[in-house]
Nanobody
């Protein structure tokens, strides 16, 4: 599967952005999906995940209550709605897909099979 992330940009603190990750190739509904981010000089970190069924989601503590992950199987797209953005949310955001027969939340980056190219989110104070 190929993943194309988009929607990043430069915004002020307190603003909102919605990231999109469009998938092509294999049946999108076969993949558990996740979003990660990497700030300059830091390790890539988990942000949010959603099961292939869309029935379950999971968030990093740092974004819980502000970010929402969702999926649209008809559009082969997963979204990350980001509200109340903070300067510390500044990073390159990556979407990832893990093929599985099971409905699973995956938070470990090395367990994902496919990655998008990343989209830059910059939050100014």
């Amino acid at each position: 599967v190929q993943l194309q992330a988009s929607g990043g940009g430069l915004v002020q603190a307190g603003s909102s952005l919605r990231l999109s990750c469009a998938a092509s190739g294999r049946t999108f509904s076969s993949y558990n999906m996740g979003w990660f981010r990497q700030a300059p000089g830091k390790e890539r970190e988990f942000v949010a995940a959603i099961t292939r069924s869309g029935g379950s989601t999971y968030y990093a503590d740092s974004v819980k209550g502000r970010f929402t992950i969702s999926g649209d199987n008809a559009k082969n797209t997963v979204y990350l709605q980001m509200n109340s953005l903070k300067p510390e949310d500044t990073a390159v955001y990556y979407c990832a897909a893990r093929y599985s027969k099971h409905v699973t939340i995956v938070v470990v980056s090395t367990m994902y099979d496919y990655w998008g190219q990343g989209t830059l989110v910059t939050v100014s104070s």
